[in-house]
């Protein structure tokens, strides 16, 4: 539909370049974006109010199926959160186990998320190559937990599963390959034009939009701000472990990307480290069964980003209420600001650089005014 000098045109709730249904409209004056406006909520599935109705112990399913990718640093964040709320302290060796399964899923996440971009730009030899070591990750990932999207390994108090010392050797083995390949997979990216044309200069963010516009994880830190909660505000054993914050100043998609890769580079050497030092130990201690009045808030940073969990309890075996905020939500404001200047065919490139999770996001307000 025409807008003065400008069209607007509807992108989504259905669209081939979304993987989940959301809805933005675009005011374009030619083929530039001029305006973005977006609605969020068509897939909002009342995970907080659901909260409320099991066990803490029963929630657990609940919080690993917020998203199919990083379910294991939701659980991560949920544990913490509740065990924030009793207060509980987990066996260091269980604390090493989950750090160990979040830099997995951290290294799966960011494989999908290149080989994804790189499909979006039409290269994809690419993107068949980063998954099908993404394929050996997850089975790594099934191999210590049983399972390997819903991988179920965190429970309150600690871990389900131990690690053998058979299955360490075959994950260092295995890193030892992955870092060859990724750092061959830069030397492409790095030099392929089909790659550096449709991300270089695209999606720009400024420093100061990243943080005026709250952004998080790899769209924040490829913007050149040095911000992560592992480093920040130390969780796990991450205060244990030497690793740096990468950071990248180009501030668009190719940014983005080599961030992403970049961290999956120092996710191997964290993953090693803390093989080499896992504790001695029990894995898990028993947590109550009700809670006393409390409130609690979790910190992780999820391959998306900071994830924030809140909880209250009121002396029963449920919470009160309880709170998710996901990077994605941390994201929203500030694609919509890069996608501002952007050409129409430019849109789902720029889209897909946060590695968007409509279906953690979205959340649902109803403002009901008074005559």
Known sequence: ???????????????????????????????????????????????????????????????????????????????????????????PRAVYIRLIMAELERLHSHSLWV???????????????????????????????????????????????DITNEQANKIKKFMDRFEGNVKEYMKVLETEQTFLKRTKGVGILKPRDAISLCAVGPTLRASGIKSDVRADDPYLAYGEIPFNVITHDGCDVYARTIVRCEEMIESANIIRYALDHLPEGKIRVPPPRTIAPNESVGRVEAPRGELIHYARSN???????????????????SVCQTLIGAHVADIPMILAGIDPCFSCMDRMTITIKKA
């Not at 109705?53 to 991560?76: D, F, K, P, V, W």
Request: charged residues 20%.
């Open 1 to 91: 539909m025409s807008y003065g000098s400008t069209i607007k045109v509807p992108f989504g709730p259905q669209h081939p370049a979304l993987k989940e249904p959301e809805y933005f409209l675009f005011e374009v004056d030619g083929d530039i974006v001029v305006k973005v406006t977006p609605r969020i909520g068509y897939v909002h599935r009342g995970v907080e109010k659901a909260f409320e109705q099991e066990t803490y112990l029963h929630n657990l399913y609940l919080a690993e199926r917020i998203c199919g990718i990083c379910s294991h640093a939701h659980t991560t964040c949920y544990t913490q959160t509740v065990e924030g709320l009793i207060p509980l302290e987990v066996p």
């Open 115 to 161: 080989g994804i971009a790189a499909h979006e730009a039409g290269f994809d030899t690419l993107f068949m190559y980063l998954w099908r070591d993404r394929e050996m990750i997850m089975d790594l990932m099934e191999e210590i937990s049983g399972n390997r999207v819903t991988h179920a390994i965190n429970t309150i108090g600690g871990v389900r599963r």
């Open 315 to 333: 002396g029963t075996a449920k919470p009160e209420r309880y709170k998710v905020r996901s990077p994605t939500l941390g994201n929203l404001a």
